[in-house]
């Protein structure tokens, strides 16, 4: 285990494992190093399971259980080629995740940020007509680029507490849920349409920089984008752009293309709200992250597959 997590999973682990818990993220070098002859491996997002840490952890590792819904820093296809089990930690974050969009989305809207600076630094000298004017939520378009479980979240919230219109792209196609009322379009229609923007997609070769300069062009003046899935998925610099020239109207931004760097010029942008990774950031929830990812470890030690499986079609070994 990378980190020491909220919750029970170490005391699970500990009950059936000898567990290691290395206390930082380590280089990958040092972590290539440490991991060598684990059965198994509980990483956080920021470590590398690529083929070489693969090769060094040996032939004895039967499961990678990421601490993360997101499998972009795992190497699945190396994982599923040496018998190795990829487990992850869906549903339990959706929640607090599509929570912390809405929280974006309402703050950059608001310009809350901007307000609080303001009442900081005793700049606020009395009501005005015309102070900090914002865009209005309620009735607005939501355009949400990824349809999967923490889209449709966002949707329902949006939807059902601000009677928002809902457009929706997802490179895979958007499957609707229940009798959420959501319009299926093109990526380029729901950025022209769209008030707000949310992104949900996963970080694949076919969505980083999904969202660059054209995209951002043909966005609305007045237009906020929103994003709580991974950081590369936006061309930051290009954001930069956009926020500087007026292209767009606001951002709000848990993630980041080189994190936990930002690019240049972006912590300028007075009209980007700015959080540091928080999207599943609520105890009850990074406990019920580390109690999945323990008990995907602890199936495979009984010989089946994880809870939450990327790759099921690896065989159990006995």
Request: aromatic letters at 4%.
């Amino acid at each position: 285990m990378t980190l020491s997590v909220p919750g029970p999973a170490e005391s699970l682990l500990r009950e059936r494992c000898e567990l290691e818990i290395l206390g930082e993220i380590l280089p990958p070098e040092r972590y290539r190093e440490v991991i060598a002859g684990a059965d198994a491996l509980l990483p956080q997002l920021r470590d590398r399971i690529d083929e070489a840490a693969l090769d060094a952890a040996g032939p004895g590792l039967r499961v990678v259980s990421n601490y993360a819904v997101g499998l972009d820093n795992v190497d699945i296809p190396g994982c599923t080629q040496r018998g190795i089990y990829v487990g992850h930690t869906p549903d339990v974050l959706t929640d607090a995740t599509a929570d912390l969009a809405m929280t974006l989305l309402l703050s950059a809207a608001r310009r809350v940020v901007e307000s609080d600076r303001e009442m900081r630094d005793g700049r606020y000298d009395g009501w005005r007509p015309d102070y900090l004017l914002g865009q209005e939520v309620t009735g607005a378009t939501l355009g949400i680029i990824g349809f999967g479980r923490i889209g449709k979240a966002v949707a329902r919230r949006a939807a059902g507490g601000f009677a928002m219109r809902i457009l929706a792209y997802d490179p895979v196609g958007v499957v609707r849920e229940g009798d959420l009322d959501v319009e299926a379009c093109s990526l380029d229609r729901l950025l022209i349409e769209s008030d707000f923007v949310s992104c949900h997609v996963p970080l694949t070769e076919e969505t980083h920089h999904l969202i660059g300069e054209a995209e951002l062009a043909s966005m609305r003046r007045s237009a906020i984008l929103v994003n709580t899935s991974r950081g590369p998925i936006i061309d930051e610099a290009a954001l930069v752009n956009a926020l500087r020239s007026g292209v767009i109207a606001g951002a709000g931004l848990d993630v980041y293309e080189r994190e936990p760097e930002m690019a240049a010029g972006l912590a300028d942008c007075i009209t980007a709200v700015l959080l540091p990774h928080l999207g599943s950031a609520t105890g009850k929830t990074r406990a019920a992250m580390g109690e999945l990812a323990a008990r995907n470890i602890l199936n495979v030690l009984d010989g089946k597959a994880p809870l939450a499986c990327a790759n099921p079609e690896v065989a159990p070994r006995r």
